[in-house]
Nanobody
Framework: QVELVESGGGLVQPGGSLRLSCLAS????????VGWFRQAPGKEREFVAG????????TYADFVKGRFTISRDSFKNTVYLQMNSLMPEDAAVYYC????????????????????WGQGTQVTVSS
């Protein structure tokens, strides 16, 4: 059974950086897309960034453009989310997820389009 395992969360001061990792382990796993989502207390889960596994086509939520970068390492079966210039409002549990359907050049950005999810990693931004 393939699992998605996030790591790299933690406590960081405003303006700081973190790199989250999403490792697919446990077998052959070839989703069309891998996405990062986040959920803050009392809020709905929201899309952060997504990447098409084979072409590296990327898309970002407007609130992270210019600050976050999604990337992949196929050899390591890992997708990363580099987060810079973190703000207190970025604090949340961050989840990676995999979409198994092919949407062509469009990178899905809705929770319902992703079928497999990791357990999440907590990001806290505070001085």
């Amino acid at each position: 059974q393939v699992e998605l395992v996030e790591s790299g969360g933690g406590l960081v001061q405003p303006g700081g950086s973190l790199r989250l990792s999403c490792l697919a382990s446990g077998g052959t796993f070839r989703p069309y897309y891998v996405g990062w989502f986040r959920q803050a207390p009392g809020k709905e889960r929201e899309f952060v960034a997504g990447i098409r596994r084979t072409t590296s086509r990327m898309t970002y939520a407007d609130f992270v453009k210019g600050r976050f970068t999604i990337s992949r390492d196929s050899f390591k079966n890992t997708v990363y989310l580099q987060m810079n210039s973190l703000m207190p409002e970025d604090a949340a549990v961050y989840y990676c997820a995999a979409a198994m359907a092919n949407y062509g050049a469009y990178v899905p950005n809705n929770v319902g389009q992703y079928e497999r999810w990791g357990q999440g990693t907590q990001v806290t931004v505070s001085s």
